[in-house]
């Protein structure tokens, strides 16, 4: 009984679920099959196409053309029909007790093959009279149970032409892949310009084919199953990565909170004990100060009483004959220093360090001193193996009255950046200033401490920074790789490391912009394949986009050469200069075919394009380089002409202005004034955030030919760093 219950809920199930169509939601009317193996009734078909020429499948919105002869050509599903047919005989009864199809009362007994039908014994005798259907093959319900069981298709009812719907299909038509009836052999398929066979015979062939078909579907079931086995293994795997993963960086967060707890702490203790004893030691001396002006002040009140109890009380004799007494005791009152201001004073400033995991430092205070000396006219920067004068002169307060300071009672020191000592050069003047000059040999942050007798002038230690000077710096990269035509990408990362695209090798290298030594190369792969890489972009998050030659897209990858993604499929013909701007992100790739600049998020996400072939203002002949200033203007410069065109952040024309000859690079500073390197003879040319020309920033003598690619730092005063292609130097220049 189980087993019955089950066999009903099943074809419960198909009757239910798999028999209706997903556009009229009714039972199938000759279901018509798509490319994509979703079947729907010939008629919903038609009312969906009308005079539409593609037929988009309601369930998976994949499209295939309308045949030529409508969607009556299309393949019918004919086991789909045939369990159409077959349920709807059925109904809810079994099948032995439904009626005669014909009178619709005798009891069923004969099944007649190509009618699809059953009749009783009276019905089958008239079908079997009847000249049409005299020839029908009628079987015993037994007899078609046990075909039915054995051979399903020996006892299926014959199909009919959808063309010539009284004709029985019992062709294929090899030439249009179609099964055709005896009529559309004469029509529509004639025998001299088709080949057809019979259906007997095509099922054989085609039973070969599919048997093969099957064995191939088998193996690719196989292959995967067993990918996905090994997907689940590997999610499994990154899941229990993830997880173990994420207690690491758990504990490193804890540690890392622990130790910066730990340094903030001490170095907070620190700066409270130094507070503390200067505290103590401004308060010592200033008590004894008092001390001192309480004694000065009792033997004054002592002196004034006496004297004016002379004054009072005194004769002549009295007064005289005190008269020496007074004179020694007022010269014993002027050498008592009795008007001398306190030497310290309650100047006491926290200054809050800029950058705590350079400085490791949380601040320092910053106190006057007792000698009240303070360095004024302090520069921003001195450029290396410059002497720098800096004048040290008494407060305000104290002008014009002598402190009593020698040239030897100052000492000025020098800590370089990597923590060596030097002495700068103290000059006394007059009118107790004197001069504190120095030369730095090595270029970075120095720090001058000035101190008067034991304590530091106001303000000091002073942070000195030293710049390289003016003009050519340094080569970097000077090697075989960098040769001719090879760098044509510049740009900066963390500020100190140089990213070079390196075309004839297909691949970065990375250079020490401080030390001139390379870091690494980087040689990111497409299916194995290494990237090209034209020109070069870093974002605020430092990632690194690039445009990539064989492809014709834009890639992300990471410091380490990883590929993250890729985007400008469809938008892009011929990519060359990119750009990422600093007010919103947004990354603009200079499109040479197209004569157009594409602009797109950080996620490669597509947005517009401005631009289009000409020479009037906004257009472009062939937009090779591309940058974006701090305002968010953007630079555009140009393969075959020598016209640099400036937009707006919203991509609106604002001017235009000319070099020499084509640019190799364009770029600009922190205050937008702009660079352009000229590609054919060399010059690097500096012009204001207007256009106007400023000056030239390399030499005749620098032996400079081709530049290729570029960038300026943001430092003050910046670095212009630019790719000598024709010597295979990278050239830093300093302004």
Known sequence: MAGVSEAASFLKNIEDNFLNCGICRDRYEDAKCLQCMHNFCKVCLEGLVRTKSNIKCPVCRCKQPVPSDGIAQLPSNFFLNELVREFTERGSKQEKSLKCRGCQTGERTTRCIECGVFLCEHCALTHKNIPSTSSHELMSIEDYEAAK??????????MYCSKHSTQPLKFYCDTCKVTICLECTALDHKITEHNYQYLEDAKADCTRELKELFAKLKLMLQQVKAVKQATQTRLQAVSSRKVSEEKKLGVLIDETIMELTRMITEDGKRLVEELRCDFDDRTLKLDTKLKELDINENYLINVVEFVEQLIREGNAAKMLSAKQGMALQMEELQTMMIYDEPVEDDKIEFKKSEDFFTDKSLGKFMCSNAAN?????????????????????????????????????IIAVIKTPDDKIDYAKVTEGSDDTFSISYSCKVPGCHELSVWVGDKPAEGSPYAIKVVPKKGLVKNVGHDQRLGRDNI????????????????GNSMFHMYDLITGGEIKDMQPTISGHPCTPICVAVSARGYIFFTEYN????????????????????????????????????????????????????????????????????????????????????????????????????????????????????????????????????????FD?????????????????????????????CQVIVSDNDNGYIRVYSL
Not at 488 to 500: E, F, N, T
Not at 695 to 714: A, F, N, P, Q
Request: charged letters at 25%; aromatic letters at 8%; glycine letters at 10%.
């Open 149 to 158: 069981f054995i051979d399903p298709a020996s006892v299926e009812p014959p």
């Open 488 to 503: 044509a990408g510049v740009a900066l990362i963390r500020k100190r490391h140089l990213i070079l695209c390196d075309l």
């Open 373 to 409: 000396y303070k360095l004024h006219n302090i520069p921003t920067f001195a450029r290396v193996n410059t002497v720098v004068r800096l004048p040290l002169q008494k407060g305000e307060q104290f002008q014009g009255t002598s402190q009593g300071v020698t040239n030897d009672d």
């Open 551 to 686: 492809t014709k897209l834009v890639f992300v990858c990471n410091e380490n050469g990883k590929l993250i993604r890729c985007f400008g499929q469809g938008t892009i013909g011929e990519p060359r200069g990119i750009a990422i701007s600093p007010i919103n992100g947004s990354v603009y790739v200079a499109d040479v075919l197209a004569h157009c600049i594409r602009k797109y998020r950080e996620d490669g996400t597509y947005l517009k394009s401005f631009g289009s072939e000409g020479d009037k203002d906004g257009q472009f002949i062939h937009p090779l380089k591309v940058c974006v200033a701090k305002s968010g203007n953007i630079i555009v410069s140009e393969l075959t002409t020598n016209r640099i065109q400036v937009f707006d952040h919203r991509e609106t024309f604002l001017y235009k202005f000319e070099t020499k000859d084509n640019a190799g690079f364009v770029n600009t500073d922190k205050n937008d004034n702009i660079f352009v390197g000229s590609h054919e003879n060399g010059q690097i040319r500096k």
């Open 689 to 717: 955030s207007l256009g106007t020309f400023m000056c030239r920033i390399d030499s005749d003598g620098d032996g400079l030919k081709e530049i290729g690619g570029g960038c300026v730092t943001d430092d003050e005063p």
